[in-house]
């Protein structure tokens, strides 16, 4: 079984910066693409962001390119976003996803929710004004 667990979330006041980790463990592939997606309350779930697994590959949402920056260090099994100069429209509970690659050679990314197969349980990002 896949476990995906992230954290960094918290409030943070309008420019400021948040870093969120996704760990992937378990399971029975070796090679992941990830996704971030985000979901405010009373909206629905929408694509932040994702990299394939090598990582010369990446997708954002156009709100977010020049300020979110996706990375993954595969050697820890984790992918993190960096996010700077955040704004209140930004605030959700944030969800890192995995898709399998069997051959870790893809260099296409995914950019919708049913296009993954794991999901983590989400962390809150809270931007004030």
């Known amino acids: 079984q896949v476990h995906l667990v992230e954290s960094g979330g918290g409030l943070v006041q309008a420019g400021g910066s948040l870093r969120l980790s996704c760990l992937v463990s378990g399971g029975g592939v070796r090679y992941y693409a990830m996704g971030w997606f985000r979901q405010a309350p009373g909206k629905e779930r929408e694509f932040v962001v994702a990299?394939?697994?090598?990582?010369?590959?990446?997708d954002y949402l156009n709100s977010v390119k020049g300020r979110f920056t996706i990375s993954r260090d595969n050697a820890k099994n984790t992918v993190y976003l960096q996010m700077n100069s955040l704004k209140p429209e930004d605030t959700a509970v944030y969800y890192c996803a995995a898709r399998p690659d069997m051959r870790g050679t893809a260099v296409v990314v995914w950019n919708k929710a049913d296009e993954y197969n794991y999901w983590g349980q989400g962390t809150q990002v809270t931007v004030s004004s």
């Open positions: 990299i394939n697994w090598g990582g010369g590959s990446t």
